[in-house]
């Protein structure tokens, strides 16, 4: 009766632990208007389960009150780094980020991704402008 007691005690403490490990985005000035059907679709990332990525994981934090997406690339081990960087990702990933959420930004909604670990940093904020300037053809 006495370890049940102890159990049903400190279960809330470890859980509260297990919650306060989770990874805080760097801040951002971003703040769009998203409507609110994208808000609940978009609101379904938040518990989609961490996937493999490059011998890292990668997981979702979107923020509604901002309607800002920020995918996470986080290394497994302190000593592991980024072999990237900033801009080279930014020239990578601008072109499938607007083709894979282009209604959703159109809509307001903001997306970034964040290299959590050694070497990283955030790219900047994906907007509709950064996807209307991406689709201009390039001088020569």
């Not at 998203?34 to 979702?60: M, W």
């Not at 809509?107 to 790219?123: D, E, I, K, M, P």
Request: one cysteine or more; glycine letters at 8%.
């Amino acid at each position: 009766m006495k370890f049940r007691i102890a159990s049903l005690a400190i279960a809330p403490l470890l859980l509260s632990g297990c919650i306060s490990t989770k990874l805080t985005p760097p801040s951002s000035d971003y703040v769009g208007n998203l409507p609110d059907a994208y808000k609940v679709e978009l609101n379904k990332l938040n518990d989609v389960p961490s996937t493999p990525f490059r011998g890292g994981v990668q997981t979702f934090q979107f923020d509604e009150e901002n309607s800002l997406l920020t995918v996470i690339y986080r290394l497994p081990n302190p000593r592991w780094y980024w072999n990237t960087h900033k801009s080279q990702a930014e020239k990578d990933i601008f072109p499938y980020v607007c083709e894979q959420f282009g209604g959703a930004i159109e809509n307001g909604l903001g997306v970034r991704y964040w290299y959590s670990g050694n070497g990283g940093f955030a790219t900047d904020v994906v907007t509709a402008e950064t996807c209307h300037n991406l689709s201009q053809p390039t001088e020569s």
